[in-house]
T-cell receptor, first 124, second 111 residues
Framework: EVQLLESGGGLVQPGGSLRLSCAAS????????MNWVRQAPGKGLDWVSG????????YYADSVKGRFTISRDNSRNVLYLQMNSLRAEDTAIFYC?????????????????WGQGTLITVSS | QSVLTQPPSASGTPGQRVTISCSGS????????VYWYQQLPGTAPEVLIY???QRPSGVPDRFSGSKSGTSASLAISGLRSEDEAVYYC????????????FGGGTKVTVL
């Protein structure tokens, strides 16, 4: 069974930094593209970033480009999101999501399995 | 404002058929797969339809997806009370900023 467990959320001041982690199990982590998707309170889904199975290719939403960095450790089955220069509008639940098939092309960056999410609150 | 356009709400009585539309462009729906997600209150989203019209195991065949040109739709037949949720469409976008784009979500209410 696929399991994705996010951690690292919490309260941070504007301009601050936070690193999220997602521990993956139940599948061969190094075979799948992975994503971060967020959802602001009462709002819709907002894709943040995706990373290829090897970690060599990354994609970002324009709203986070230059501030967030996605990475992965395939030896530990963990996905990361380093978030810097945080803004109030980054307040959201952040979900870790696995791609659908063990292929690294762009057809497999769609979120397929989702974690339960971790809440980030950016406020002074 | 979402890249993919969905109606904010839809409704039906138990047993009815409800259809949700998702409109995009040539850089997303027009050239890539469409996925649909269901989000029940207070829970993480779950995939309902993948690759335009495929259902993951465990998803009832009351749910079906289709795509034509730059639009897609999700149909729920035999509407049930447990179908009350928010539904999102998504597609890969090949524009200058390659990324996954979502619709704004459609809240389905079972009357």
């Amino acid at each position: 069974e696929v399991q994705l467990l996010e951690s690292g959320g919490g309260l941070v001041q504007p301009g601050g930094s936070l690193r999220l982690s997602c521990a993956a199990s139940g599948f061969t982590f190094s075979d799948y593209a992975m994503n971060w998707v967020r959802q602001a309170p009462g709002k819709g889904l907002d894709w943040v970033s995706g990373i290829s199975p090897s970690g060599s290719i990354t994609y970002y939403a324009d709203s986070v480009k230059g501030r967030f960095t996605i990475s992965r450790d395939n030896s530990r089955n963990v996905l990361y999101l380093q978030m810097n220069s945080l803004r109030a509008e980054d307040t959201a639940i952040f979900y870790c999501a696995k791609g659908p098939f063990p292929i690294g092309d762009t057809t497999n960056y769609y979120p397929f399995h989702w974690g339960q999410g971790t809440l980030i609150t950016v406020s002074s | 404002q979402s890249v993919l356009t969905q109606p904010p709400s839809a409704s039906g009585t138990p047993g009815q058929r409800v259809t949700i539309s998702c409109s995009g462009s040539s850089s997303n729906i027009g050239s890539n797969f469409v996925y649909w997600y269901q989000q029940l209150p207070g829970t993480a989203p779950e995939v309902l339809i993948y690759r335009n019209n495929q259902r993951p195991s465990g998803v009832p065949d009351r749910f079906s997806g289709s795509k034509s040109g730059t639009s897609a739709s999700l149909a729920i037949s035999g509407l049930r009370s447990e179908d009350e949720a928010v539904y999102y469409c998504a597609a890969w976008d090949d524009s200058r900023s390659a990324r996954v784009v979502f619709g704004g979500g459609t809240k389905v209410t079972v009357l």
